[in-house]
């Protein structure tokens, strides 16, 4: 017989009362905050756009489904961000750096649920920094140089659109809801989208982009990607959607593509979009 999982309310119920925290506030900090403005809704038993996938096999995670700052972890704030478990965070807005996405000790996904598994002294507590697979401190993780200010300043915008409750939740999606279909183009397979994606790859100068091929296709496409090839298609789908829509025109040009090329797959086309692609081919 399988284990009865305890549903979301009443997980958060329980923390509400070991917090002595209102269930509503715990709930706005929460994934599903985010719904309305990144998805429609959080979907608890699949897959959710911007939600890193964990792939959870026996409560274990087969996937990078949480970045992670190592700068951030070495402050006092020790405490694995809401952000770091979306595709489109992917660097730190603190310390202008690139987050990582696996244990630079073994490489393993992040998994701080099991840092407890196995130990054999239950007085003692691993801190959460340890990788819980090799203890790997975290927090000494070699980064790779700062990240690019051009997409670190995107990122913060985003995040702004994202987070600031004064931001108009209709501009919030709009925003997302583009940003991923250029993305979706960026990745597709179609080979009518191939010159598109050589044009943005050439002014940009991103070899992942350039290099990239149908048989790099993932079946759970931007999200279950590696975290360096999302910040190369991210950098990417921010430079095509910055001066909108002129740039995005231009490139579509640039690309040869019809108009039926950009608006397939794209059923809740919001209108600033089909106004973009207005007197396209
Ligand atoms: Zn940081
Ligand atoms: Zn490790």
Redesign the pocket.
């Known amino acids: 017989m399988l284990a009865c999982r305890p549903k979301p309310l009443e997980v958060l119920s329980e923390l509400s009362r070991s917090t002595m925290t209102p269930v509503h506030v715990l709930q706005g900090h929460s994934l599903s905050a985010f719904a309305g403005r990144l998805f429609p809704e959080l979907v608890r038993n699949g897959n959710t756009p911007w939600v890193l996938p964990l792939g959870i096999f026996h409560r274990r995670f087969r996937r990078a489904g949480l970045s992670f700052c190592p700068e951030c972890l070495a402050t006092n704030q020790l405490y694995f961000r809401r952000r770091w478990r979306l595709s489109l965070a992917t660097t730190c807005l603190t310390h202008l750096r690139p987050l990582l996405d696996a244990?630079p000790?073994?490489?393993?996904p992040l998994q701080p649920h099991r840092i407890e598994v196995g130990s054999k002294n239950p007085y003692t507590s691993s801190p959460l920094y340890n990788?819980s697979?090799?203890?790997?401190d975290l927090r000494i993780s070699q980064l790779d140089g700062d990240a690019d200010p051009r997409l670190w300043q995107a990122e913060r915008d985003s995040n702004h659109l994202l987070m600031h409750p004064l931001c108009d939740t209709k501009l919030a999606a709009e925003h997302f809801s583009i940003l991923r279909h250029v993305l979706a183009m960026l990745t597709s397979s179609r080979s009518r989208v191939a010159a598109f994606r050589f044009v943005v790859a050439d002014r940009t100068h991103l070899p992942i982009i350039e290099s990239w091929r149908k048989s790099d296709l993932n079946p759970l496409g931007f999200d279950a990607m590696q975290i360096e090839q999302r910040r190369a298609f991210l950098t990417a789908a921010y430079w095509l959607t910055d001066e909108w829509p002129n740039r995005f025109r231009q490139m579509a040009f640039e690309g040869r593509l019809r108009k039926s090329d950009l608006t397939r797959d794209f059923p809740l086309m919001p209108q600033r979009f089909s106004a973009a692609i207005m007197g396209s081919a």
């Not at 000790?105 to 393993?108: D, E, I």
């Not at 697979?133 to 790997?136: A, D, L, R, Y």
Request: charged share 0%; with cysteine; proline share 0%.
């Open positions: 244990c000790g073994c490489n393993a990788c697979v090799c203890s790997t």
